[in-house]
Antibody
Framework: EVQLVESGGGLVKPGGSLRLSCAASGFTFSTYTMNWVRQAPGKGLEWVSSISSRSNYIFYADSLKGRFTISRDNAKNSLYLQMNSLRAEDTAIYYC???????????????????WGQGTLVTVSA | DIQMTQSPSSLSASVGDRVTLTCRASQSISTYLNWYQQKPGKAPKLLIYAASSLPSGVPSRFSGSGSGTDFTLTISSLQPEDFATYYCQQSYITQLTFGPGTKVDIK
């Protein structure tokens, strides 16, 4: 069974830093692209970042402006998100999600966020 | 970035109703479109991928259609467990974007 378990959330002051972790099990972690997605309280979903299986392709949402860094340790089956210079607007539940390439009827591969963790809450407040 | 919009933002419906949700992309995304269902306090769940395909385990009352910029999610006969928020999401470019969601609640 695929399991993704986030940890590391908590209360942090504006300007502070936090490192989130996502422990993966039940699948071969080293072969999947992984993502972070966040959801502010009462709001919609916002994609944060993705990292390819061997960390050679990394992408971020433009809104982050270089404050967040995604990484992974395939030997430890773990995904990370280092968050610096945190702001009140970064307050959210942070989910890690596995990206699967599903093939449609025409043979086209469409990346989809097939498995999600339960999320970890980050609160940025003085 | 590719912007995603959804309509309506919310709707009220009864068990057994046929419900159609709409999603629009700011540029053509072929069928690089996924739908997710999220219930309160839970993580999102992949409902439809590639605009019209159902992952294993998703009931057949859910269906999706569309390509290019306009997409629909249809629930043929709404069940009590379907009351949730539905999000569309594009995978056409590596910077993924979600729509703002449509909340389906009980009339």
């Amino acid at each position: 069974e695929v399991q993704l378990v986030e940890s590391g959330g908590g209360l942090v002051k504006p300007g502070g830093s936090l490192r989130l972790s996502c422990a993966a099990s039940g699948f071969t972690f080293s072969t999947y692209t992984m993502n972070w997605v966040r959801q502010a309280p009462g709001k919609g979903l916002e994609w944060v970042s993705s990292i390819s299986s061997r960390s050679n392709y990394i992408f971020y949402a433009d809104s982050l402006k270089g404050r967040f860094t995604i990484s992974r340790d395939n030997a430890k089956n773990s995904l990370y998100l280092q968050m610096n210079s945190l702001r009140a607007e970064d307050t959210a539940i942070y989910y890690c999600a596995r990206m699967d390439d599903y093939s449609d009827s025409s043979g086209q591969f469409v990346p989809s966020l097939a498995y999600w963790g339960q999320g970890t809450l980050v609160t940025v407040s003085a | 970035d590719i912007q995603m919009t959804q309509s309506p933002s919310s709707l009220s419906a009864s068990v057994g109703d046929r419900v159609t949700l709409t999603c629009r992309a700011s540029q053509s995304i072929s069928t690089y479109l996924n739908w997710y269902q999220q219930k309160p306090g839970k993580a999102p769940k992949l409902l439809i991928y590639a605009a019209s395909s159902l992952p294993s385990g998703v009931p057949s009352r859910f269906s999706g259609s569309g390509s290019g910029t306009d997409f629909t999610l249809t629930i043929s006969s709404l069940q009590p467990e379907d009351f949730a928020t539905y999000y569309c999401q594009q995978s056409y470019i590596t910077q993924l974007t979600f729509g703002p969601g449509t909340k389906v609640d009980i009339k």
